[in-house]
């Protein structure tokens, strides 16, 4: 399998403009999941779903966010407007989600820069 | 939610030296995972041991869970090990949510 993919690699955006990240999982993997990376918070969860469906958005930072999956090979995650503090390093990864079969696998991640 | 602390911070090896990174946990979990952070900013899976020992060659971790602690040992370091490891448990809520602590940033000299 490829692992988890995601695109762009690297994008830099004005402040105000929309900005898109797009994963896809690895086949046959049931949780997707949203996270992203700064210096100031380290690691944090945004968002994740299971069977397509969102379960957990409590770490989703504001309403500027949003996240879909129209289905099980495509996710998205959208900011709009953006804002220069939203520039991290955004990641997505994928797990079976069985029991004992819980490892989440990362994608390679997106580095956003908001100027 | 969970409390994840892992120490030390920062480590300096010299290569083919060995080392223990610890990670404490403040609640009972159902999972925990081992990921290093390479350079290039890629995170790789090293271990899925919500309890017991597992080992990958040069690496192996323990958990106990039972003490609320897991261990990841690398021995005879090699500058490829440079980066940060980052312990990952999961409460027994239920839910997929692992979270992160503050990693180990670990410098492999030649």
């Known amino acids: 399998d490829a692992g988890v993919i995601q695109s762009p690699r690297h994008e830099v955006t004005e402040m105000g403009q929309e900005v898109t990240l797009r994963c896809k999982p690895i086949s046959g993997h049931d949780y997707l999941f949203w996270y992203r990376q700064t210096m100031m918070r380290g690691l944090e969860l945004l968002i994740y779903?299971?069977?397509?469906?969102?379960?957990?958005d409590s770490g989703m930072p504001e309403d500027r966010f949003s996240a879909k999956m129209p289905n099980a090979s495509f996710s998205t995650l959208k900011i709009q407007p953006s804002e220069p503090r939203d520039s991290a390093v955004y990641f997505c990864?994928?797990?079976?989600?069985?029991?004992?079969?819980?490892?989440?696998?990362f994608g390679p991640g997106t580095r956003l820069l908001v100027l | 939610g969970i409390q994840v602390e892992q120490s030390p911070p920062d480590l300096i090896l010299q290569e083919g030296a060995n080392s223990t990174l610890r990670c404490n946990f403040s609640?009972?979990?159902?999972?925990l995972q081992w990921f290093h952070q390479n350079p290039w900013g890629q995170l790789i899976n090293l271990f899925y041991?919500?309890?017991g020992t597992k080992q990958n060659g040069r690496l192996s971790a323990t958990t106990v869970a039972t003490e609320r602690y897991s261990l990841l040992y690398i021995s005879s370091s090699q500058t490829t090990d440079s980066g940060v490891y980052f312990c990952a448990p999961r409460g027994n809520t239920g839910f997929q949510k692992l979270v992160f602590g503050t990693g180990t940033r670990l410098l492999v000299s030649p």
């Open positions: 779903f299971n069977n397509n469906v969102p379960i957990d």
């Open positions: 041991i919500p309890s």
């Open positions: 990864a994928s797990s079976p989600g069985l029991a004992g079969q819980e490892t989440q696998y």
């Open positions: 609640d009972s979990v159902n999972n």
